[in-house]
């Protein structure tokens, strides 16, 4: 048994696996608490600048079966050992690029500048650099994470260690992805620094409007000691059907879910505008965005706004090579004028609390499309066959309604209705599930056998939203490999 002190870290890997799973109750009692992260160390005072801005990079790589002898490695691997094929040539760059913030930062700090940036890797990702032996980037990374001279400026948000996306992710799997990046960021940087991670960034910024897998979504994050997400401004809207007011997408919002047995649960949103990712991260749009807007009020109280945008970190022309140029002159230039500043994500919302802001007074907004449901359901006497005969009621009437998430069933085993689905993600989800879920209850110590691991490691693999479409062609090779181990061991 490891030690649960702060300062100590799980390993990063068993006999060859990452390190996902096993340690739930060790890392439930390092994540779940109320403490401030950055409010004693922030250097930023809201009552000195009108406007911020909140930047995050967004790292992934998936994990493939491509290695000489069928192993399991990292697609970044992959290209370095393929450098002829397609865009593989720029494996060096994308390299670079994972590690680069472990160098931009202590240079513009050393400058006397006061930068800021939010960084999202996926666990594929980092996995995979500890497979390649990548200590160059992973001590870069570990720099800007460990060293306290650094924590002011770097904010570390979480993510589904798969890169899996909510939508398509069976419910009962989604905790169990939120679990396994903080069981291998805790591999890879320590306890103290996991107890920092207080935001969520979904992958590909999809947030499921089911009423029920958002419900149980939300539920995961807040179980998993996440104080507030990043979410993409056209995904949700306000509880009657309209589009987010203008102003209210530079002020947190409360998310709010109703599941279909009528329970709601909320949480922070921070709000990323739409635009191109990419172009607008690497020429640092957000911070000129900043510039332009100022304060607003939250309640009785007129606070700084906070421009919030998020990109891919190495993928694309602009992020590999124009962000370098777009970011630096940025800080130096905030150095001189800091009517606008840059700011990351739990340390605004640490701030505002200090100033007194309630969250409750917060703008209200939900998933997109739910006012159509509750137009028709009744949420105080709601039922799952009510919501989901809304739903298909809707999805013959109405073109412009969508419906992404799967709905929850009451069977504990998740196996009621799928034992004829035919998508394989789904199989392996519920044989994992009906294999697991009564020994774990049972006896937890059950996720820290090989046997346990490996079968949930693949369960993830397969969710990886690479492998989501299954057609033809080299990935969904991949993906029915993948599928097949799995399979394999669980009915081994």
């Known amino acids: 048994m490891i030690a649960t002190a702060p300062s100590s870290s799980l390993p990063a890997s068993r006999a060859g696996l990452p390190n996902i799973c096993g340690w739930e109750a060790d890392i439930a009692a390092v994540t779940n608490h109320n403490e401030p992260v950055f409010l004693s160390q922030t250097n930023l005072n809201l009552s000195n600048f009108n406007s911020g801005f909140a ?57 006397g500048c006061n930068p800021r940036i939010m960084l999202d890797y996926s666990g594929n990702l980092l996995w995979g650099l500890q497979q390649m032996g990548r200590n160059d980037v ?31 992710t069976p419910i009962p799997d989604l905790k169990l992805h939120i679990q396994a990046w903080q069981h291998y960021f805790a ?3 320590g306890y103290d620094a996991l107890k920092r991670v207080k935001g969520f960034s979904p992958p590909e910024m999809h947030l499921p409007n089911h009423p029920d897998t958002l419900y149980e979504y939300i539920k995961a994050l807040k179980d998993c000691g996440y104080r507030w997400l990043l979410v993409q401004e ?3 809207e306000r509880p009657d059907g309209s589009g987010l007011w203008h102003d209210d997408k530079y002020v947190p919002n409360r998310l709010v879910a109703r599941n279909s047995k009528g329970e ?12 191109s990712d990419t172009k607008l ?12 807007r100022g304060r607003q009020k939250i309640g009785n ?5 906070c421009v919030s945008q998020i990109a891919d970190g190495e993928n694309g022309g602009v992020m590999m090579n ?16 800091g009517n606008t500043v840059g700011i990351n994500g739990t340390e605004y919302l640490e701030l505002l609390e200090a100033a007194g802001v309630n969250p409750e007074d917060y703008p209200v907004c939900q998933a997109i499309g739910q006012h159509k449901i509750w137009q028709q359901v009744d949420p105080n006497n709601a039922t799952s066959e009510a919501v989901e005969k809304a739903i298909q009621e809707l999805n013959e009437t109405d073109h412009q309604f969508h419906m992404d998430g799967a709905s929850w069933t009451d069977d504990l085993s998740w196996v009621r209705g799928y034992e004829n689905v035919l998508e394989p993600m789904n199989q392996l989800s519920a044989m994992f599930h009906q294999k697991y879920d009564s020994l774990v209850q049972e006896d937890p110590s059950v996720t820290k056998t090989r046997e346990y691991q490996e079968a949930l490691l693949y369960v993830l693999l397969v969710e990886t939203s690479c492998f989501r479409y299954w057609g033809q062609g080299t990935w969904t090779d991949y993906a029915r490999e993948l599928y097949r181990r799995g399979e394999a061991i669980l009915k081994g």
């Open 234 to 236: 056209h995904s949700v």
């Open 55 to 111: 930047c995050a990079l967004h790292m992934h790589q998936p994990t493939i079966p491509a290695g000489a002898n069928g192993e399991l490695i990292c697609n970044l691997q992959h290209m370095f050992e393929h450098p002829n094929d397609g865009d593989n040539h720029n494996a060096g760059v994308f390299a670079w690029c994972y590690g680069r913030m472990g160098e931009f930062i202590p240079e513009l700090v050393a400058n």
């Open 301 to 305: 109280l007129e606070v700084p706004c």
């Open 138 to 168: 992973l001590d870069n990374l570990k720099k800007i994470t460990c060293d306290s001279q650094y924590q002011p400026y770097v904010e570390w948000l979480g993510t589904m260690w798969s890169h899996a996306v909510a939508p398509s």
């Open 187 to 189: 591999a890879t940087f």
């Open 322 to 337: 124009e962000f370098p140029g777009g970011f630096k002159p940025v800080w130096y230039d905030i150095k001189d004028n």
């Open 264 to 275: 709601t649960i909320s949480i922070t949103a921070l709000i990323k505008t739409q635009g």
């Open 281 to 292: 991260v690497a020429q640092m749009q957000p911070y000129y965005e900043a510039k332009g």
